[in-house]
T-cell receptor, first 116, second 112 residues
Framework: GAVVSQHPSRVICKSGTSVKIECRSL??????MFWYRQFPKKSLMLMAT?????????EQGVEKDKFLINHASLTLSTLTVTSAHPEDSSFYIC????????????FGNGTRLTVT | SQQGEEDPQALSIQEGENATMNCSYK?????LQWYRQNSGRGLVHLIL?????REKHSGRLRVTLDTSKKSSSLLITASRAADTASYFC????????????FGQGTRLTINP
């Protein structure tokens, strides 16, 4: 149980275009989802907390107009990288938890974004 | 900012040996969790230890927590080649939805 599906797994786009990444909780409802970014051989940096039905909460230094988050239902959150640049190339991972607030997170398999 | 610092950054051992990874953190926590990540994949939860617990076991995994030193360790006994992965500690910070802040990770390689 507690599966988080992330799509696409890989995407290549040109500079200036926008890319949407989807994160779905397949067998549970998630009022909150978390978006992380990971550089090669580095740790995960929390970008934002996605809240169903309300605005996302962004971490310090993360541009909310650059990384648009929408959490329109209890099973779907999307991250849109707008006007992508090569420095946005990274591994983006979403996560959610099916249980109480201090229970473990379940992660999607990540999206490898390459901006050319 | 990163809460946890892990040590060592990389560890290479022979199959069958035990692997120990350490994690230190800076602020008060509700719990500490360990995750595993295979290359290019998402993270998989391994074990959670609460701030009022000192030691926890799960199969070949043993986790300790010392809140006075703000540190934790993960021991993998009788390692296998399939244990090769990156291991991250994450601290639960109680702010609303309780986000997790991850350490830098330890890249573990098990040599057959």
């Amino acid at each position: 149980g507690a599966v988080v599906s992330q799509h696409p797994s890989r995407v290549i786009c040109k500079s200036g275009t926008s890319v949407k990444i989807e994160c779905r909780s397949l067998d549970f409802q998630a009022t909150t989802m978390f978006w992380y970014r990971q550089f090669p051989k580095k740790s995960l940096m929390l970008m934002a907390t996605s809240n169903e039905g309300s605005k996302a909460t962004y971490e310090q230094g993360v541009e909310k107009d650059k990384f648009l988050i929408n959490h329109a239902s209890l099973t779907l959150s999307t991250l849109t990288v707008t006007s992508a640049h090569p420095e946005d190339s990274s591994f983006y991972i979403c996560s959610a938890r099916p249980g109480v607030s201090d229970s473990p997170l379940h992660f999607g398999n990540g999206t490898r974004l390459t901006v050319t | 900012s990163q809460q946890g610092e892990e040590d060592p950054q990389a560890l290479s051992i022979q199959e069958g040996e035990n692997a120990t990874m350490n994690c230190s953190y800076k602020t008060s926590i509700n719990n500490l969790q360990w995750y595993r990540q295979n290359s290019g994949r998402g993270l998989v939860h391994l074990i959670l230890i609460r701030s009022n617990e000192r030691e926890k076991h799960s199969g070949r995994l043993r986790v300790t927590l010392d809140t006075s030193k703000k540190s934790s360790s993960l021991l993998i006994t009788a390692s296998r080649a399939a244990d090769t992965a990156s291991y991250f500690c994450a601290t639960g910070v109680s702010q609303g939805a309780q986000k997790l802040v991850f350490g830098q990770g330890t890249r573990l390689t098990i040599n057959p």
